[in-house]
């Protein structure tokens, strides 16, 4: 059985990469066609077209591996049911599940693979793509003034009522930074005007308080205060977006959110995205060959056409998860990512059970 499992591994390797690497092209090309009919390319350097190509690439990848694994399982069952080899390994006594096996196993390793990719590429890549597409006018001009802005500023979550930018230099008016040093303790700094520079931050006519649960325990002046925490302050004007945090930043930004009371359900979302998006390589290792066999007798193109579908399938479901059914409030942003992956997952166990 070990030589059946070899087989069935060196079966997937090439419709596998093939598959991925071929709508990874496609995505680059559409991303090419996209700046060559907004933009006259001869103004841009071609170099920062070409990296921000690159830069997206990750991301790509991230949607086309679940892709190759559809395609992979599809072909390489739909061929051993062709050529009458899963005949003859039934006939030997194996069962569905023992066949699809390696194909799961081979898809554990590709998700495996796509979550580090998510958590480890994706991020700096995506912060690189997005600083060149600013350079290149893809995201248009940042404005110069902001207000009402949260941002984590060392252990404090601070709000600043008014944000006016002077090239890498800020200056904010109504400041309040807020910090919990002990539970149901709450330490309040307030701040009419703020500097940033080159790093420092510059606090004047500062007022201290301490609040335990409803008790005002301290209160009083400042002296101005600085704090050392060195930003982009571009970042301030165009937050990074959810893509560019990995799970950690995801995490802290999702309680200093519940902290002030802000919504993080779409910061929710994403952040079971990044594990659900890989998962579904799993899935796709489980179900694709089972529709394959269903299948095999309707011709070679069967394996193609089928991945092709669950893909389709499985992308719609997902995008009216994540974007629709996520606004709902009644459904939690772990399912919304989530539900996709459940359903096609008791679809392929439903149809592995009427096989056996």
Known sequence: MKKLDFYIIRELIVPFLIGTLSVVLMFQANTYIYLAKTYNLDNLPHKAVFQFILDQTP???NMTLPVGMSLASSLAIS??????????IRAAGARILRVITPIIVFGIFVSIANFLL??????????AANRIGVE??????APNMKTNTIINLRQYTASFGLVERNGEDLQIKKILLVEQPQQDVTALTTAKT?????????????????????????????????????????????????????????????EAGRKTGASTKQQE???NVKFSVPAACIIFAMIG??????????????????????????YNAFVISTEILSKVNAIPGWLAAWLPNIIFAVIGVFAIRRLE
Do not use: C
């Open 118 to 127: 998510v958590e480890l590429v994706i991020p700096p890549a995506t912060k």
């Open 194 to 254: 703020a500097t940033y520079h080159n790093g420092v931050w510059s606090f004047h006519d500062s007022y201290f308080r301490i609040i335990k649960g409803m008790d005002l325990q301290v209160f009083h002046p400042l002296k101005d205060f600085t704090i050392n925490e060195k930003i982009v302050p571009g970042d301030m004007f165009a937050p990074p977006v959810n893509e560019e945090m990995t799970t950690r930043e995801l995490i802290a930004s999702i």
């Open 59 to 61: 991301t790509y990848l």
């Open 269 to 271: 979302v994403m952040l």
């Open 136 to 141: 290149i006018g893809i995201m248009g001009l």
């Open 79 to 88: 061929r051993l049911a062709r050529e009458s080899e899963l005949t003859a």
């Open 289 to 314: 060959p089972v529709f394959a066999i269903i299948f095999a007798r309707s011709g070679g193109f069967v394996g193609v056409f089928l991945s092709i579908v669950l893909v389709l399938l499985y």
